[in-house]
């Protein structure tokens, strides 16, 4: 099995800057895509930022601030979130694609989640 955690959430001012991560632990032979999404009460989850083959894509909302990252060594991802706005605020979801170890089955993996607020 392969699990993924998210850690890094909280509260922050808006223009201020938070880094999210995503480590994955268990089976793994290799993760091929790596991703951010995030949910509110009223939204539906949506694509904030994923990264593969060392290419990266963003949702219109968080280009120009957002940026993803990965070490491959770690097997973790980052979220460096930069100029938040209070509608940044939302639960944010690591989601890894890959192939697990021993079985080579497909894997599609979420983590639990980690809270953001952007607020005065």
């Known amino acids: 099995q392969v699990h993924v955690a998210e850690s890094g959430g909280g509260l922050v001012q808006p223009g201020g800057s938070l880094r999210l991560s995503c480590a994955a632990s268990g089976s793994i032979f290799i993760v091929n895509v790596m991703g951010w999404y995030r949910q509110t009460p009223v939204n539906e989850r949506e694509l904030v930022a994923s990264i593969w083959d060392g290419s990266t894509n963003y949702g219109d909302s968080v280009k120009g601030r957002f940026t993803i990252s990965r070490d491959n060594s770690k097997k973790t991802a980052y979220l460096q979130m930069n100029s938040l706005k209070p509608e940044d605020g939302a639960v944010y979801y690591c989601?890894?694609?890959?192939?697990?170890?021993?079985?080579?089955?497909?894997?599609?993996?979420w983590g639990q989640g980690t809270q953001v607020t952007v607020s005065s």
């Open positions: 989601k890894y694609q890959g192939v697990e170890s021993g079985t080579f089955s497909p894997f599609d993996t």
